[in-house]
């Protein structure tokens, strides 16, 4: 059963929890985690699924305006959808109800990288792990950091955090794909191929013209075309 099934799976669960009870807030905030997790796993339709993981979300601040991890959900909805701004600020009032909540530091982390300050990246991820050193989402926060040093053009230090994601978490296919590139970078091109032949193993439908841009930035702009040149020297398809 891949990540996708079990999402469409507790989807269904929080689906039936709301039809019994439509206030249910954690059924909400539930549904806003699968919707917006699926979006990261799915391309055809991540719009549509942002838009329902955001109303979701705000429907359940609606009736508990001081669910931290509501807050943290629609953040992460806005970060995704290129509202950066707002969304770094509703993780950051996730953080004012709970200080503990470990996803909230590190999508600030991940968020940072949006607006050209990857370099802030790192110290966001270490308080996360801090928190929760033993969280599912290590293999995410970790690789977030590796995709902030390649951006930052630290492609040693790229290769280094993102085997450390794929040590958390084999079943990453994106890992894979910009652990190639930060290799073929620091010249080591087999190393490279190996990588994406293993990330394509997991994902075969993979291309460079699948990969969204999720800013406008400048600075994201210009790291996300190296990373993507570096992707085409190791063997990602053009699509």
């Known amino acids: 059963m891949t990540a996708t099934d079990h999402m469409a799976r507790a989807r269904g669960f929080f689906e ?20 917006g997790m699926n979006s990261t796993f799915q ?96 293999y995410r926060w970790l690789h977030w950091i590796g995709f902030a040093k390649s951006m930052l053009g630290a492609d040693a230090e790229a290769v280094a955090w993102l085997r450390r994601s794929i040590e958390a978490n084999r079943n990453n296919p994106l890992a894979y794909f910009q652990l190639g590139a930060a290799l073929v970078l620091i010249q080591k091109p087999d190393e490279a191929r190996a990588a994406i032949q293993d990330g394509l193993t997991l994902d075969p439908t993979f291309t460079i013209r699948r990969i969204r841009r999720m800013s406008d930035h400048p600075t994201y702009r210009a790291g996300g075309e190296r990373i993507r040149d570096g992707m085409r020297m190791a063997g990602v398809p053009e699509g």
């Open 16 to 35: 039936r929890a709301l039809a019994l009870n439509p206030e249910s807030v954690e059924a909400l905030v539930g549904l806003a985690y699968v919707d």
């Open 43 to 138: 391309m055809d339709d991540r719009h549509a699924r942002f838009a329902v993981a955001e109303k979701a979300s705000t429907r359940a601040l609606s009736l508990a305006p001081e669910n931290a991890l509501a807050h943290m959900l629609l953040g992460c909805t806005q970060i995704c959808t290129n509202r950066v701004a707002q969304g770094i600020a509703e993780c950051e009032r996730a953080l004012q109800l709970n200080r503990n909540l470990a996803e909230a530091h590190a999508t600030i982390g991940a968020a940072k990288i949006l607006i050209g300050r990857g370099a802030e990246t790192e110290a966001h991820v270490h308080e996360a792990l801090r928190l929760s050193p033993r969280d599912t989402g290590v």
